[in-house]
């Protein structure tokens, strides 16, 4: 492709809508902070296009009263194109976050198409009436329940993931037959704007999917505070999301909250440490530990401590870091220069508190590395679960270990986190294993893996890592709102004993 600026517009009612203000945002390459597109700053007139766009369509029933069978034909369709676009999202998405394009190629493409495909086929099976087996109470009565849109969502997701999170919500939401404005974050917009155009051209109606970008601090507030969203879908930090779910109270919103984390990995003392060592790579490195369930505590069993540590510190040192857009790469830079020194100064304040870097702890520098935002995988030793640089959610390469010397309190150091998101189990003991993962604190627990996120199981958060689950039926019930249907069948319904108890019919 060529290296020439890509210019977007937002994609609202159907159409490369400009920006109402004319001004643009740019968007890098952060390995070489070179600009590789520029989208709309946009504005609160921007957001009520969309709103009024997404609204419309939904009023008009042009998506949800399609039958169950048009949606599902129309969600299969969009799956089979974005596997179709597949090489141009995945180079969009490495290109502007720093993912290896190794994974997005592979896993974030078929990441979204599976969620569109898995949403189609659960709601084909989903039983699209449920009829009340009462017996005849008060009178004969038929009571049924069915499930129907929201109506306007609004799905505002993070620069750590932008396809796969987008996905998450825009997949449920048009399964189940509303309409959506998805505002990504403002330093990887393209690939959901890239999505927009893929699904209309695959079969959308206008104003059923649409997107606008720009600043969250301005147009995302404005977003979740208007009365005409109905229900929003948030992934990014604890702080904003408790911003969300204060603004969305007004308007008793529904919401789903994706946060943050501090997930653990519990080592246990069976374990084998080659074994140990890869998935505490996979655990902390995938994304450069920029997802939101990394494993980023470390609990070892004290006895296996250096063991362990040095077969980790050997396998960072085989790792490729460099160009994301290269195949051989196995971590890419670090998403911004705002993220790059978050990460440096949680690394300063690690060593001020006394914990001692084992491996890394630098901006990786000379060659490739001046131009891009890079840090090297960094391994702290003599942590203590009271530190900030172990409570707080550092989004970066980074790995507090943490040992202990029973497996009772392994539990009680992985579960004393205000957060909730992610937790692992490394063990040969299947039994223990699962023992472990049932006393864990997580939406998600993974035994011998990580990372694990399927769009057939639900993900989301305990404690303040959020609520509600995306993926899966958990997700298609939290873009829909149930309603029962009651009739009463006497013949004679006036005569029906409700009112003649009640004394309304005499
Ligand atoms: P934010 O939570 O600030 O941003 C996430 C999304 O929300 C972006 O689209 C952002 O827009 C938007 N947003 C920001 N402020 C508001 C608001 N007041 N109302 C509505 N929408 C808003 O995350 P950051 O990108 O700033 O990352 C900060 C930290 O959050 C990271 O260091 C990490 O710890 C955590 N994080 C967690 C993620 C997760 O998956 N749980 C993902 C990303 C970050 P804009 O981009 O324009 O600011």
Known sequence: MSNEIMEYQMFIDGQWTPGESGEMMDVINPATREIVARVPRGTKGDVDKALHSARSTFEAGIWANQSIDERVEVLGNAAMAVIANKDRLAYLESLTSGATIRRTGFVDVMSVAGSLAMSAVILKQMPSIEHAICPPWVAPMHSYAVREPIGVCAGITPWNFPMILAAYKFAPALAMGNSIVMKPASITPVTTLELAKILFDAGLPPGVFNVVTGPGSSMGNYLVSHP?????????????????????????????????GKSPLIVLDDADIEMASSMTLLAFL??????????????????MQDQLVDAIIDKIKKLNIGNQMDLATDLGPIASQEQLNTIMNYVQIGKDAGAQIAYGGNRLSGGIYDNGFFFEPTVFINCNNKMQHVREEIFGPVQCVLPYDDLDEAIAIANDSPY???????????????????????????????????????????????????????????????????????????????????????
């Not at 692992?424 to 990580?450: D, L």
């Open 228 to 260: 005409e969203v109905d229900k929003i879908g948030f992934t990014g930090s604890t702080e904003v999301g408790r911003q969300i779910a204060h603004l969305a109270a007004d308007g008793i919103k529904r919401v789903t909250l994706e946060l943050g």
């Open 286 to 303: 995938t994304h450069s530990g920029q997802v939101c369930e990394s494993g980023t505590r470390l609990l070892i069993p004290r006895k």
């Open 420 to 506: 909730g998101l992610g937790g692992g189990v490394c063990s040969t003991n299947t039994t223990r294993a699962q023992q472990v993962a049932k006393r864990m604190r997580t939406g998600s627990v993974w035994i011998n893996t990580w990372h694990i996120l399927r769009p057939d199981v639900p993900f989301g958060g305990y404690k303040e890592s959020g609520y509600g689950r995306e993926n899966c039926y958990h997700a298609l019930m939290a873009y829909s709102e149930v309603k029962h249907v009651c009739q009463d069948l006497t013949p004679d319904a006036k005569n029906s004993f409700i009112y003649t108890f009640l004394g309304f019919n005499r």
